[in-house]
C-alpha cells in the first residue's frame, strides 16, 4: 500500500528541497533561482509557480545564478 503524499502541482506549496524533488533538480537549483527572482513567499511554492518562472526566464543559467539578458542591438 503506497502512503505517499498526493502532489497537485497547482496548490500544493512545496519547500526548497521538496520542490527540488519534485522538478528532479538539487535545492541549490531552487535557491539560484531564488536568488533571480524567482518569488517563494514564506519559503513555500507550487511546481506550476517553479515551471511557470522558469518557462518566462528560458536564459535562466544555475551556474552563473543570473537571468541571461540578450544582448541589445541597435537599429541602423
Known amino acids: 500500500m503506497n502512503h505517499a503524499p498526493t502532489i497537485d502541482p497547482a ?6 528541497g521538496q520542490l ?15 536568488h533571480c527572482g524567482f518569488p517563494m513567499p514564506g519559503n513555500r511554492a507550487t511546481v506550476a509557480d517553479a515551471l511557470a ?5 528560458p536564459t535562466f ?6 537571468v541571461q539578458k540578450p544582448a541589445l542591438t ?3
Request: one cysteine or more; charged letters at 15%; aromatic letters at 6%.
Open 53 to 57: 518562472w522558469l518557462k518566462a526566464h
Open 61 to 66: 543559467a544555475n551556474s552563473k545564478r543570473t
Open 20 to 34: 527540488g524533488a519534485a522538478l528532479n533538480v538539487t535545492k541549490s537549483f531552487i535557491t539560484a533561482m531564488r
Open 74 to 76: 541597435t537599429a541602423q
Open 11 to 16: 496548490v500544493t506549496l512545496l519547500n526548497c
